[in-house]
Structures are given as structure tokens and as C-alpha cells.
T-cell receptor, first 113, second 113 residues
Framework: GENVEQHPSTLSVQEGDSAVIKCTYS??????FPWYKQELGKRPQLIID?????GEKKDQRIAVTLNKTAKHFSLHITETQPEDSAVYFC????????????FGTGTRLQVTL | KAGVTQTPRYLIKTRGQQVTLSCSPI?????VSWYQQTPGQGLQFLFE???????NKGNFPGRFSGRQFSNSRSEMNVSTLELGDSALYLC????????????FGPGTRLLVL
């Protein structure tokens, strides 16, 4: 099955700075990489995803990059705001499955004023 | 569209008991996946049901089982509860196609005493 590693486990940035979270995966056939944000006491919510036919995707202050050769993908948040404080999870599906996601261990992002 | 709903939201049980959790997917979604979330193990895939059939299974003991009804609602059952089963149980729904977003419910927090 897929193995996903995520770093760092905690990240503290000042408001307005950028934050980068990195994930590596093991299965070279993986082709879909979602990122979820989970605020305290709430459900995980998809914030952005990328499919293997592109190397980068942006949505306002959030971007994801994918390096298929190195088997890693990263989440970039620019101009961070206090409401960005949450736990972020990367994920990848087991090859050939639609819904069996393997998640990274999560990154707790703290945006300080 | 109404989101994914789960009942009950909180549950307290004692060791040896059994429990049934329910998940109602987004209207039109035929796939329901279940995940266990704990501080130590993170988000782990339990199983996925698609059109009333279990399509994928994670690495959990047989005490964990599920089913899906013709209206796509799904139930998860845990028998002979152990202290280590205390967790947030999340379900996620989708249309069931590859590289597709999964939408999470709010979860059921289970405490085993």
C-alpha cells in the first residue's frame, strides 16, 4: 500500500509570512494528492488537490506543487493569517483505488500575530 | 446540498460493549469511506462501501465491520470494544470515482471506559 510521510509536525509562523509543508509518497503510480485542513473540533476539509498531469496548482493564497520524479508534493500558504491556524493533512490514494486514502501524520500550523 | 452527516456525535461505552455509528452521505454519492482518527495513529482508513458492497478494506481487526444500504447510508459496527478503540470516527463520501474529492462528516467521538 501507499506510505505518506509529512514534515514538519509543527510549524509556527508570523502573520504575513509564508508556510510550507512537505509530503513524500512511496507509490510511483499515485496520481491524486489532496490536502485537508482540520480546525480544532471540526471535520477535515479539502483546501486544494493536484492531479499528476500538472506540476503546480494555485488557489488564491494556497498552492500545491508536485514533483513526480522525487515523489513529493508540497503545500504553500502565502500571507498567512490567524485563521490559517489548523492541522493540515496531505494524502494519497492506494493505487487502483478510488477512496482508500493514506494520510500523512499532519502538521499543526500556528500563525502568530 | 446538505453535507455529510453522522450520528451520534458523541458516545460513551464500556469495554466489551458494541457500538453502531451511522453516516449519511451527500445526496447522489454512492461511496462511503470510514476513517479512525487518534492522536497517536492519525487518520487511518477502515473500509469503503460502494453500492452496498465493501470495495476496500484497511488493516483493522474483524471487530470492525460495516454495511451500506440502498440509499447509500452506511453504518459501522465495533464489537467487543477495547480502550484503544476510543477515537474520532469519520466518514467521507464521494461519487466513488478515482481522483475525486472525498467530503468528510463531522465525526462521532467514541470514548471507551
Amino acid at each position: 500500500g501507499e506510505n505518506v510521510e509529512q514534515h514538519p509536525s509543527t510549524l509556527s509562523v508570523q502573520e504575513g509570512d509564508s508556510a510550507v509543508i512537505k509530503c513524500t509518497y512511496s507509490d510511483s503510480a499515485s496520481n491524486y494528492f489532496p490536502w485537508y485542513k482540520q480546525e480544532l473540533g471540526k471535520r477535515p476539509q479539502l483546501i486544494i488537490d493536484i492531479r499528476s498531469n500538472v506540476g503546480e496548482k494555485k488557489d488564491q493564497r494556497i498552492a500545491v506543487t508536485l514533483n513526480k520524479t522525487a515523489k513529493h508534493f508540497s503545500l504553500h500558504i502565502t500571507e498567512t493569517q490567524p485563521e490559517d491556524s489548523a492541522v493540515y493533512f496531505c494524502a494519497a490514494p492506494d493505487t487502483g483505488t478510488a477512496s482508500k486514502l493514506t494520510f500523512g501524520t499532519g502538521t499543526r500550523l500556528q500563525v502568530t500575530l | 446540498k446538505a453535507g455529510v452527516t453522522q450520528t451520534p456525535r458523541y458516545l460513551i461505552k464500556t469495554r466489551g460493549q458494541q457500538v453502531t455509528l451511522s453516516c449519511s452521505p451527500i445526496s447522489g454519492h454512492r461511496s462511503v469511506s470510514w476513517y479512525q482518527q487518534t492522536p497517536g495513529q492519525g487518520l487511518q482508513f477502515l473500509f469503503e462501501y460502494f453500492s452496498e458492497t465493501q470495495r476496500n478494506k484497511g488493516n483493522f481487526p474483524g471487530r470492525f465491520s460495516g454495511r451500506q444500504f440502498s440509499n447509500s447510508r452506511s453504518e459501522m459496527n465495533v464489537s467487543t470494544l477495547e480502550l484503544g478503540d476510543s477515537a474520532l470516527y469519520l466518514c467521507a463520501s464521494s461519487f466513488g470515482q478515482v481522483r475525486e474529492t472525498q467530503y468528510f462528516g463531522p465525526g462521532t467521538r467514541l470514548l471507551v471506559l
